[in-house]
């Protein structure tokens, strides 16, 4: 047997059958931890967002993002690491409501602004979690990845209808087919 196939038969042994007894790589363990301390830390923003929100609209759609998006994947990702006895970053503590008439106008954030904020946040979850789906080799955790980049894809949907219904998005500049006479 030539040293290819010994590994492969290692290998095979190893990545065989249910893919939570299979071990966890670098990048899996990266990609997860890396996941799990951005979510925690969108979770404690968008508390954050809540307070400064006045658009009532924004602010469900806020709340609803936290509890069908952010909180499922803070436990699914913490419930892989601890079954891989990988130690999780801390949780921030939940923010108090605060009344938006308490907050100063000029420190303030405009509704606008917390949309593109949300946004690029989305957005680039969504990248994050292929680049997390497209290095795991274990399925649930490429399928973890590709479950979580789906939702905030919804998810980005419902804020730019929001955008566009407000009148907040500032489209670049739009290309309109001139015919030559």
Not at 9 to 17: A, C, D, H, R, Y
Not at 62 to 67: F, N, P, S, Y
Not at 121 to 132: E, K, L, P, R
Request: with cysteine; net charge negative.
């Amino acid at each position: 047997m030539n040293l290819l196939s010994k590994g492969s038969k290692i290998i095979m042994g190893i990545l065989s059958g249910n893919p939570q007894d299979e071990p966890l790589h670098y990048g899996e363990v990266f990609g997860l931890w890396s996941a799990l301390s951005v979510t925690k830390a969108a979770l404690d923003g968008y508390q954050v967002f809540i307070n400064h929100t006045g658009d009532q609209e924004l602010k469900a759609f806020l709340k609803q993002v936290i509890e069908s998006s952010i909180k499922p994947s803070i436990k699914n990702i913490e419930v892989v690491l601890l079954q891989n006895d990988i130690a999780v970053p801390p949780t921030p503590a939940e923010r108090p409501e605060a009344d938006l008439e308490q907050i100063p106008v000029g420190a303030r954030l405009q509704d606008a602004q917390i949309a593109y904020m949300v946004a690029a946040d989305i957005a680039a979850g969504v990248v994050a979690c292929g680049q997390g789906a497209s290095q795991s080799i274990r399925e649930d955790v490429g399928l973890l990845f590709g479950q979580m980049g789906a939702k905030k894809t919804i998810d980005g949907a419902a804020l730019l209808q929001i955008m566009k219904d407000k009148g907040w998005l500032v489209p670049p500049p739009l290309h309109h087919e001139t015919k030559q006479q």
